[in-house]
């Protein structure tokens, strides 16, 4: 019999898929969608203190081998968005509330909300690769970092998770921030920050020029940054990029992921990929002889 529940910290799921921020999140209808599919946990949009109006269009392309977004965090901000959680607070999955902000302050007062909204735990999201302010600013100054957690850490009893960028150099040391800031698991990896250039009018397409690349083409990306994580970090992490079978998640577990997160694959193999991936993981497991995900987990580790 394979299990494929898995734990990050305190918190269980009962499959090791999630579904990504920032992709059928905006409302509770869509997440409820999800939940349906087979989701094992939903995180939602990015939410900040404030309605946010996004970019212009164009602000997603589809590209030959993933998709490439400047959506600039669209959001009605947390007030707004309260009413849409107070709709999932029986959900039967965990919902992880998705924040970003700028200061320690503005992460720790969304945390609070997502907490008394009923969220399971929060996901601070510092590697926005496109949004002004609140991206990676943020997520690249170490100390910032730092301080965020910590005052997230403080103000919350639910698990504080934090979203990297590959777009560093120093993944590492930005990752022991959050874990000196008492940080709960790290996610990685954000979009990979990239542009397209139209031929014919000589510009870039998107409105906002550089933008964030997700799907396939960024996996093993992904798969790198998990496995340096891994081998530094003590924190459990969560895999995201790229990830669209059940043997891509199988690859983020051996590099050291305890659970993956599923975003442009929603798009590539349409809303019930969460089921299809479950059942692609526990074929591969029980064909390879095992019968638990954490048996996977670092198995390609050094
Ligand atoms: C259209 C779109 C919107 C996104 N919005 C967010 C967001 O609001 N917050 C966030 O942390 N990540 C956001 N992401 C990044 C995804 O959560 C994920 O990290 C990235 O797409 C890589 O995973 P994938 O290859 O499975 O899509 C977005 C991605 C896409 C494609």
């Known amino acids: 019999m394979v299990d494929i529940s898995t734990t990050i910290g305190s918190l269980r799921i009962k499959n090791p898929t999630m579904l990504a921020s920032g992709i059928m999140d905006e409302d509770a209808g869509s997440m409820h969608r999800m939940i349906r599919s087979g989701a094992g946990a939903i995180v939602t949009k990015s939410i900040g203190l404030h309605a946010r109006e996004g970019y212009p269009n164009p602000t997603v392309l589809e590209l030959e081998y993933g998709l490439l977004n400047a959506m600039g965090l669209p959001n009605p901000g947390i007030d707004a ?9 029986k959900s039967r999955v965990p919902i992880i509330g998705s924040i970003y ?46 301080k965020i957690v910590t005052a997230v850490t403080e103000q919350v009893t639910i698990p504080v998770f934090v979203k990297i960028s590959p777009n560093v150099t120093n993944i590492v040391e930005i990752a022991s921030a959050a874990e000196q800031g008492n940080a709960d698991a790290i996610v990685a990896i954000n979009t990979v920050k990239a542009m397209k250039i139209d031929l014919e009018t000589r510009q870039p397409i998107l409105a906002n020029k550089t933008g964030g690349y997700s799907g396939r083409a960024i996996k093993p990306i992904g798969v790198r940054c998990i496995y340096d994580l891994a081998q530094h970090i003590k924190l459990p992490l969560i895999g995201v990029g790229g990830i669209t079978t059940g ?25 019930d990929v969460f089921r299809a991936v479950c059942t692609e993981l526990k074929d591969w497991m029980s064909a390879h002889g095992y019968t638990n995900v954490s048996q996977l987990v670092g198995a390609a580790l050094p």
Request: charged share 20%.
């Open 81 to 89: 968005y309260e009413d849409e959680l107070q709709l999932l607070k």
């Open 101 to 146: 902000g700028a200061t320690p302050d503005e992460f720790a007062r969304l945390a609070d909300t997502m907490q008394h909204c009923g969220a399971a735990a929060v996901e601070l999201n510092v590697s926005c690769p496109h949004a002004k302010h609140y991206g990676m600013e943020v997520g690249c100054d170490t100390q910032l970092l730092y």
């Open 247 to 271: 043997q891509d998640a199988v690859e983020y577990f051996m590099a050291g992921a305890s659970a993956v997160q599923l975003g442009s694959a929603v798009y590539y193999r349409g809303p």
